[in-house]
Nanobody
């Protein structure tokens, strides 16, 4: 069964950095695009970044372009989100996601708090 386990969230000051990880299992990781989403309190879940199967192409939300970098290690079945120059508006629960066989799969999420 598909499992996605996020880690790496925490409290960081504005301007700081965090690296999120998502360990995947239960499916052929290298065969699927992977996504990071986030959801802030009172807001809809939004797509932050997408990476293609081989990692050769990435897409970012306008709000994070130039600050966040998505990457993957297919040998480790892991996708990462490097977040730099964090802003208070980046605070949210961040979720790893894969769309596989007409189903969306989600991890449990990892909390990112940006505050001085």
């Amino acid at each position: 069964q598909v499992q996605l386990v996020e880690s790496g969230g925490g409290l960081v000051q504005p301007g700081g950095s965090l690296r999120l990880s998502c360990a995947a299992s239960g499916f052929t990781f290298s065969a699927y695009n992977m996504n990071w989403y986030r959801q802030a309190p009172g807001k809809e879940r939004e797509l932050v970044a997408t990476i293609t199967t081989a990692g050769t192409s990435t897409i970012y939300a306008d709000s994070v372009k130039g600050r966040f970098t998505i990457s993957r290690d297919n040998a480790k079945n892991t996708v990462y989100l490097q977040m730099n120059s964090l802003k208070p508006e980046d605070a949210a629960v961040y979720y790893c996601n894969v769309y596989r066989r007409w189903n969306n799969y989600w991890g449990q999420g990892t909390q990112v708090t940006v505050s001085s």
